[in-house]
């Protein structure tokens, strides 16, 4: 157990909808991460919170968004929502920005099925 | 720009056998290097990391050494288990916390 909890576990829904994934951090972690993983690419980056401000930004699609909040859970949403928007969300926390001997902590994850 | 590139999968060997997973990357400056490993069902665990040249990593079984002049960074095990059956990230480090994975490599270790 990483300490990371995401929730749903899973979630299905229908295009052009909306939806809300959720992530808390290990206790006392400030960084929040969020990925996306599907079968055609791979693992992506999506974006990166810390301490509640946007820190890095990657393959994240205009139709998604999100934000940290003053108690450090993060939520992704994700709107307009296509077939191709099904995959595997994650969720990972550190405890620092950056340094060496950093480590990010993954959580199990939110499967989004998209009909 | 920053990639990592992995052997493509599945591996599939018996228990035992000697395992070799190849990583090469590119990168500008000098990145931190990870091996991830995702077992069936769950996330991302970091299984073990290097973060300048000539740097061994360690853990469980699995070593990688972090060098330089041929940019690579290979995951070895002298003998797998049926346990050991995964999928296998190489991942890099450079700056901030953006973390680039590789495409993954899945392993089978038979009985």
């Not at chain 2, 061994?56 to 002049?69: C, L, M």
């Amino acid at each position: 157990d990483s300490g990371v909890t995401q929730t749903p576990k899973h979630l299905i829904t229908a295009t052009g909808q909306r939806v809300t994934l959720r992530c808390s951090p290990r206790s006392g972690d400030l960084s929040v991460y969020w990925y996306q993983q599907s079968l055609d690419q791979g693992l992506q980056f999506l974006i990166q919170y810390y301490n509640g401000e946007e820190r890095a930004k990657g393959n994240i699609l205009e139709r998604f968004s999100a934000q940290q909040f003053p108690d450090l859970h993060s939520e992704l949403n994700l709107s307009s929502l296509e077939l191709g928007d099904s995959a595997l969300y994650f969720c990972a926390s550190s405890t620092r920005t950056s340094g060496s001997l950093y480590e990010q902590y993954f959580g199990p994850g939110t499967r989004l099925t998209v009909t | 720009g920053n990639s990592v590139t992995q052997m493509e999968g599945p591996v599939t060997l018996s228990e035992e056998a000697f395992l070799t997973i190849n990583c090469t990357y590119t990168a500008t400056g000098y990145p931190s290097l990870f091996w991830y490993v995702q077992y069936p069902g769950e996330g991302l665990q970091l299984l073990l990391k290097a973060t300048k040249a000539d740097d061994k990593g360690s853990n469980k079984g699995f070593e990688a050494t972090y060098r330089k002049e041929t940019t690579s960074f290979h995951l070895e095990k002298g003998s797998v288990q049926v346990s050991d059956s995964a999928v296998y990230f190489c991942a890099l480090k450079t700056s901030y916390d953006k973390v680039i994975f590789g495409p993954g490599t899945s392993l089978s270790v038979i009985p």
